[in-house]
């Protein structure tokens, strides 16, 4: 463990409050904001038409909150072949009470990081001792939370039930965005569609408070604490670890209306009516079978191993982690790679002899560390971009434009994904480490 080093001091309203806390207040923050925006929102809009004839101009939406309140919104207006004018303007409200679990689980996170703030400021203390002096399992539960709602929540969403106010039901909320806006631009041929199906502005708040959380509590605890990395290491720690809790995440997402086979260079894959998932591992596919307004539905998943393209992508990253762990625990340059240097004047002349003699040994496995790191994350980036343009983007490109059945997009994780493996390939350039 390294030495005890003061905690840097910023000056508020005349009150000398530690750094590290107003961190904490800042994820409580924004944990607040991203419970007041939607965490599931779809829309398929139509754009004003040059001629109004054969087309339509509006959107279709569905908005939800984590408290559970979900409305869907149908407004807009259609230009018949006559010249004739059909409005349709109608609202649906409902509960979704699935929701209101995670609802409880993000309050509860929330004012765990808020304890920790307080904590943390020095100037108050309140509960029991014991929570007081282990910060860390108060944080641990924290982030976990965090980790868990992150996780299952952007797959469960995928199916939502909404039970209308007015009575009733209404299933397959982002399957009925999409059937609705394919039949509008199908019936009224000249109408332009928009589509907007991908992650909920609230929900894509709380997954980068997430990610801030997850690396302020690797870094402090793991990298910094228990290994007491120097920086540079410490920073490919937290660009493999980022990089592993990202393949739990879904890298692209498909919605369709009807199914069909697609053969890309690298693989066939079969996608039924539905939503689809890919994470780096699975290819989940989620439907609904029954009618909305009634109690006659079943919602089925349907798990199958991804294109083999990306389970090597996988099995490097978790071998990239491996190697780093390796390296910082067991491996002869986990000395050489800490924040304390090697060899100094305090240590006795026969230990700073026999340490001279070791350094070459131990540089070389340094060395080897460092590039092992960055060829890893190199065919990481390449299996990649195979995997995106090659298979997704075959997918992309016969359900949107060949088939017209749906459409496919990538996710933040998809793209925080891509920074980190090419952060990590990089980073062998940095002339001093």
């Not at 309140?69 to 409902?94: D, K």
């Not at 699975?282 to 389970?311: C, D, P, Q, R």
């Not at 304390?340 to 540089?363: Q, V």
């Amino acid at each position: 463990m390294g030495s005890v080093v003061p905690k840097r001091m910023v000056v508020i309203f005349g009150k000398r409050i530690p750094l590290s806390a107003l961190l904490y207040l800042f994820i409580v923050g924004l944990l607040v904001i991203s419970m007041l925006l939607p965490w599931v929102y779809f829309e398929v809009s139509f754009p004003p038409p040059r001629v109004k004839l054969l087309a339509a101009e509006g959107r279709i939406r569905v908005v939800g909150y984590i408290t559970g309140y979900v409305y869907i919104l149908h407004e807009y207006i259609a230009y018949g072949a006559g010249g004739e004018i059909t409005g349709v303007s109608e609202i649906a409200r409902g509960i979704v009470y699935w929701m209101i679990v995670y609802f409880i689980l993000v309050m509860v996170a929330t004012a765990l990081y808020f304890y920790i703030f307080l904590l943390e400021t020095e100037k108050v203390k309140i509960g029991p001792e014991f929570l007081q002096r282990h910060r860390f399992l108060l944080e641990t539960v924290a982030l976990g939370i965090l980790l868990a709602v992150a996780v299952s929540f952007i797959h469960v969403h995928n199916v939502l039930a909404m039970e209308l106010i007015t009575g009733g039901l209404i299933v397959d909320e982002k399957g009925a965005v999409l059937s609705s806006g394919y039949s509008i631009s199908q019936r009224f041929s000249y109408t332009t569609t928009e589509w907007r199906l991908s992650w909920a502005p609230g929900f894509v708040l709380f997954f980068i408070v997430t990610i801030i959380a997850y690396i302020y509590y690797v870094d402090k605890y793991f990298l910094k604490g228990i290994l007491n990395l120097a920086p540079y290491w410490r920073v490919r720690g937290l660009l493999t670890m980022i990089s592993v809790i990202m393949l739990a995440f879904p890298l692209a997402e498909c919605a369709q209306v009807g199914g069909c086979k697609v053969a890309t260079p690298i693989g066939e894959t079969e996608l039924r009516r539905g939503y689809h998932t890919f994470t780096s591992l699975f290819h989940i596919a989620y439907y609904t079978t029954g009618a909305g307004g009634s109690t006659s539905w079943e919602s089925k998943v349907i798990v199958s191993l991804s294109n083999m393209v990306f389970v090597v992508l996988t099995i490097l990253i978790i071998f990239m982690f491996v190697i780093f762990l390796l390296g910082a625990v067991a491996w002869p340059c986990r000395y050489v790679i800490k924040a304390e240097p090697f060899i100094t004047l305090a240590l006795p002349d026969e230990e700073i002899l026999r340490r001279h003699k070791a350094l070459p040994s131990i540089l070389a496995w340094k060395k080897a560390l460092d590039i092992a790191l960055s060829v890893i994350a190199g065919l990481t980036l390449v299996l990649l971009f195979i995997g995106f343009v090659k298979f997704l983007g075959q997918i992309y490109i016969t359900v949107a434009f060949m088939e017209h059945l749906g459409i496919l997009w990538t996710t933040p994780a998809a793209y925080i994904l891509a920074l980190c493996l090419f952060a990590q390939t990089l980073l062998i350039l940095k002339p001093t480490k």
